[in-house]
């Protein structure tokens, strides 16, 4: 058997961990591998993608929390919660949630799992930002994630020793494979059969992996016609980018259909030749149904908006933003007409237009309501009075968004016009 002259190890093991790291960049999970001392030996692609470390910025797990996490309180907590996963305590200890600062500066909701194997600590890394975001908007595209395994980095000299370094290299890459939430299946190029799954494909699909490898991937598909619009854009996609992503329907084994977001990757041989391909498949079904709920409220909310007795609009940087039917409706113009305009266009003149700015700027920035009755021009040049009020989405910086209510009070003018001229005349 032979050995590699630079790392002692043999040529057997060489391109098993060759293989399996190349295996590894193809799933999209981010991935830190550690020792029970805490010493951090490699994160992949994926890892340095999502919060921007690179190895030489992680030597050690207090290293990577002093970056990540400025609050003490937060680091003392991760810490404890890493110390369980080293003791070796039979308990499950359940992944941790919490916020992370990204070397760009970004803060990010992220998931982070540990499985022990051997000496060695793999530390998953999750981005749930999504499902925080989701919360509020119910909108936001999820991410995709490359999981890889660091290459043992111990010298095997002898058989005994190369051989057990390969078998703990593959009961990782098992556990690893079997614990992703995403489906994952590797099928054969040239027959589109299926080769091998995880655990996850039964979960989402139905089939058991008996039922499952062997078949050919149509069965996954609505239709035959589906599933060659797949490949051909799965073809078009490897030769554009190198891998394809995309969201589709599939199906289950009952026949049920859904939404999923796929990601598959070729591996090519030693010519260049794809013998494989790796796809990655998640249910969005709730994203799916979540941003369709987000539609309908807010056509609903824009119809509500459309149809109150009132003027209502909303601006920044005194620049029109939007405004509801009857806004319109009270200064002659179409939501289009006005949208991208200055506010001056509805005020006397430029001094009017200016000291409003000023008042309403002092009012809303100290969280208050801002009220006043003055007169605006109507487009056709007219003046009328109405009664504003004024709330800034955000006090710390009014000028970005403002929501105006105008209420027409001419005719009570007129009307206090009248009775005060009748008094005099009395």
Known sequence: MENSSVTGKTTEVVRAEADLQNFMEMIPTSIMLLDDAGRCSFVNSAFTGFCGYVLEDLSSVGQWLCRICPDPADRDSIIRWYDRHISHDLAPVPPLMFEIICKNGAVRHVAIDARGTGE?????????????????????????????????????????????????????????????????????????????????????????????????????????????????????????????????QMMRKDGTVFDSEHCVTSICDSNGDVISHVCVVRDITERIQGEEKLRKLVLEQGIILDNVCIGISFVRNRTFVWINNKFGEMFGYTNDELSGLSTEIIYPSFEMFKQAGENTYATVARNQLYTAEVEMRHRDGSLFWVKCYCKAVDPIIPAGGTIWIIEDIQARKQCWRISTSILKIE
């Open 120 to 248: 060695l600590i793999v530390v998953t890394c999750t981005d749930i930002t999504e499902l925080e975001q989701l919360k509020k908007t119910e909108r936001e595209r999820a991410e995709i994630f490359r999981l890889t395994l660091d290459e043992t980095t111990d010298a095997v000299l002898e058989r005994e020793r190369t051989e057990s370094a390969f078998h703990e290299a593959a009961e990782l890459l098992e556990k690893t494979f079997a614990s992703l939430n995403e489906a994952v299946f590797i099928v054969k190029a040239g027959t589109r059969t299926i080769h091998d799954v995880n655990s996850a494909v039964e979960k989402l699909f139905g089939y058991t992996r008996e039922e499952i490898i062997g078949k050919h991937t149509s069965c996954l598909h609505l239709s035959e016609q589906r599933y060659l619009q797949f490949c051909n854009e799965r073809a078009r996609a490897h030769v554009e980018k190198g891998c394809f992503e995309t969201t589709w």
